[in-house]
């Protein structure tokens, strides 16, 4: 257990943003600058001289798998892990040296955290009485964020009277009433079954526009990531794989972890040879032969093994003017498309998208029409290479 | 309606095989606490001896007890006992828990050495108090004359003598009330103190609003553990006082004992016995009653 001494002065600048009742919006409007953050579990680095910068009004993403360190530097952020070395700055106030409380961040939990034992209007006004405002104020603000999520009905009940949803609601209405400089949330939609998830997605993507204050969001799925973020930071083993907007992870993946990351089915990766090609774009040769011309400049493509990745949209199922031939093992159907998993000559697998009437059944014969010029080229060290532009 | 009656009907020989799971404890439970306590209310309405029931007495042993000045000193002691030691076990135990809880070396040593006592036997215990106690060369003693005072002989004492045996046994059971609070501490999610520090929470708003909310039933637990456990307080004073000096420190359980073997009259311990039992149930259940109210509001 260990406690901050979270006792704060009265001329503490925040304090006094706190109780004024005319906070101003622009106030609130705060930039989020990482540099250089390390930090170390005992001898296993997390996170290793990260460096990251967020916008005012900035709704960003943390993505990456399980263990990356996502949660980490979040908490990091929060104050609720200490940083090795580095800095972080919130409205370019130095905070990482302040007590949690102080640094003007609220936090929503992948649990809630709600208090068990206390109503939901004590849940949301326990952070604003300890920093001593008034009691009006508490109740103006208390009642203006359960109205806008709708909870006004359930701020007499305890935590444990409510469901998943509400839960989540009382607990982003918590965090919205110390009209934090940053909203931070790890992974708060994990816990909720699917059609809620989707709602309360929808949602938090409005309060972002309401209240236009920088979000950070912390998930493994990357379909919350597309759908909310201004950008998304893809994080992998301790680094930051790619900072940038969803179309640009999308379209531009900088490294073939991003590329297999993100995307639904996940993009077919296949080793290639390279040659150069006419007007400089480099051609690859898949493993069965086929060539497929890609619009990638070979100058910036160094030596070595290359693997050619093409997403499922880009592979379609053909009858004629097909460019490779394969046998079909395993058929999806997902209603709107039909995802049909082809085994090329020589045993790759590659996946294929095709119409959802689709009539391919597993086991036939056939032909993919390849559309080179949307193809990404990995060199060995993974690095992405796409077409100019 | 229709359905419901082959429901009851399959329901009843499940109903049966269930109670064959419940059966052992259940013979346990008759055998070693239903049949003792029923004996023992019998007993209580007899005038008996080791060689058998003389007579059947009726409520008589009973009056005889309220108007005996021993018995009633023994209540009263016991009650005192009881009112030394359980809030001080609570808090104590508490307070160690509060400050032992942390993943720290230093912690974790501190948590044995306050356990150990409670697996000392009660004769061990009361002769290390003993020594701290005795006028002559023991530890306060000595310190009390390094210090320019004189020796007290606390056992002797009649003001002092009980107030020492409580202090021996909050040494000795200490141990308990810690591990059921560092236990129930170790379950409050992490996160909630999380959440409390981003809220600004000091200490003490952290310790009132999230700690000991989170921890009540266990702190009910302790109480009512301790009550019965310290009701039945027996082996100290009968170890270091003999009951003395004047009844001072002699409680129900070693009157019971007196009068049941030493004066050989089962029928009129047993009654004494009844009465503690009582006292036992009526403070448990009070205690668990106000405390359950305070829950639902
Ligand atoms: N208190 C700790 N002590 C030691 N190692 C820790 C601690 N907290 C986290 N780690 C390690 O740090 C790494 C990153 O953990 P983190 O919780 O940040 O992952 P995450 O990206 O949030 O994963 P998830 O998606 O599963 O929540 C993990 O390998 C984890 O084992
Ligand atoms: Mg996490």
Redesign the interface.
């Known amino acids: 257990?260990?406690?901050?001494?979270?006792?704060?002065s009265v001329d503490d600048p925040l304090h006094v943003n706190y109780s004024d009742k005319n906070t101003n919006r622009e106030d609130r409007l705060a930039t989020v600058e990482l540099t250089n953050i390390s930090k170390c579990f005992g001898r296993t680095a997390v996170i290793d001289g990260l460096s990251m910068s967020l916008n005012p009004n900035e709704f960003m993403v943390f993505l990456g798998p399980s263990g990356c360190g996502k949660s980490t530097l979040l908490r990091m952020i929060?104050?609720?892990e200490t940083v090795d070395s580095g800095e972080i700055r919130i409205g370019g106030r130095r905070v990482d040296h302040l007590?949690?409380?102080?640094r003007g961040?609220?936090?929503v939990?992948?649990?809630y955290?709600?208090?068990?034992?206390?109503t939901i209007r004590d849940n949301m006004a326990?952070?604003l009485r300890?920093?001593g405002v008034a009691r009006d104020e508490i109740a103006a603000r208390v009642a203006a964020a359960a109205r806008s999520l709708e909870i006004e009905h359930l701020l007499e009940r305890r935590p444990g009277q409510l469901s998943g949803g509400q839960r989540q609601r009382a607990a982003i209405a918590r965090a919205i009433v110390k009209q934090p400089q940053v909203f931070l949330f790890d992974e708060p939609l994990s816990n909720l079954d699917a059609s809620l998830r989707v709602r309360t997605r929808v949602e938090l993507a409005g309060l972002h526009q309401r209240l236009g204050t920088t979000m950070i969001f912390v998930t493994h799925d990357q379909v919350e990531a597309m759908t909310l973020a201004d950008r998304i930071v893809v994080l992998n083993d301790c680094r930051i794989e790619q900072v940038g907007t969803p179309m640009d992870i999308y379209l531009r993946p900088a490294t073939s972890f991003v590329a297999g990351f993100v995307g639904s089915p996940r993009i077919n990766l296949l080793p290639v040879r390279i040659e150069a090609a006419a007007e400089g774009l480099a051609r690859a040769t898949l493993p069965d032969g086929t060539l497929v011309q890609t619009a990638v400049p070979t100058a910036a493509l160094p030596q070595g093994d290359t693997t050619v990745g093409l997403r499922a949209e880009h592979v379609r199922i053909a009858s004629e003017g097909a460019a490779a031939r394969g046998t079909a093992r395993v058929v999806e159907r997902l209603g709107e498309r039909t995802l049909v998993h082809v085994e090329l000559k020589g045993g790759a697998m590659l996946v294929a998208e095709d119409a959802g009437l689709s009539t391919v059944r597993a086991g036939d014969e056939v032909g993919l029409s390849i559309d080179g010029a949307r193809a990404h080229l990995f060199d060995a060290a993974g690095r992405g290479h796409h077409a100019a532009g | 309606m229709a359905i419901d009656a082959p429901a009851r009907a399959r329901r009843r020989p499940a109903g049966w095989a269930n109670a064959l799971f419940v059966l052992p404890y259940l013979i346990v439970f008759v055998a070693m606490i239903v049949v003792p306590l029923a004996m023992g209310m019998w007993l209580s309405t007899t005038k008996s001896d080791l060689f058998g029931v003389e007579a059947q007495v009726g409520f008589a042993n009973f009056t005889r007890l309220a108007r005996d000045p021993i018995f009633l000193e023994t209540v009263w002691n016991t009650f005192y006992f009881v009112l030394l030691t359980v809030p001080a076990l609570t808090l104590i135990g508490l307070g160690l828990a509060l400050v032992l809880n942390r993943p720290a070396r230093w912690a974790s040593v501190l948590r044995t050495i306050f356990f150990v006592s409670t697996v000392l036997s009660v004769t061990v215990v009361t002769l290390v108090w003993q020594l701290v106690f005795t006028p002559d060369g023991g530890l306060i003693a000595v310190a009390a004359e390094a210090l320019g005072g004189s020796p007290v002989a606390f056992l002797n004492d009649q003001d002092l003598a009980m107030p020492a045996i409580a202090v021996t046994t909050i040494w000795w059971c200490i141990g308990l009330p810690m591990v059921l609070f560092l236990a129930a501490l170790q379950q409050v999610p992490r996160d909630l103190y999380e959440a409390a520090r981003l809220d600004n929470a000091s200490r003490w708003k952290t310790l009132t609003r999230i700690t000991l909310p989170s921890i009540r039933r266990t702190f009910l637990l302790v109480v009512i553990i301790e009550i019965i456990l310290q009701f039945q307080l027996f082996g100290q004073p009968q170890l270091m006082t003999r009951g003395g000096p004047n009844n001072a420190t002699r409680p129900i359980v070693l009157f019971i004992y007196e009068t049941g073997w030493r004066q050989w009259e089962l029928g009129y311990a047993a009654a004494a016995a009844q009465v503690l039992f009582a006292m036992i149930l009526i403070a448990a259940m009070a205690q668990y009653f106000v405390a359950s109210r305070k829950d639902d509001r």
């Open positions: 257990m260990r406690h901050a001494c979270a006792l704060r929060a104050g609720l007590p949690p409380g102080e961040v609220a936090m939990f992948q649990h955290a709600l208090y068990p034992h206390m326990f952070g300890n920093v």
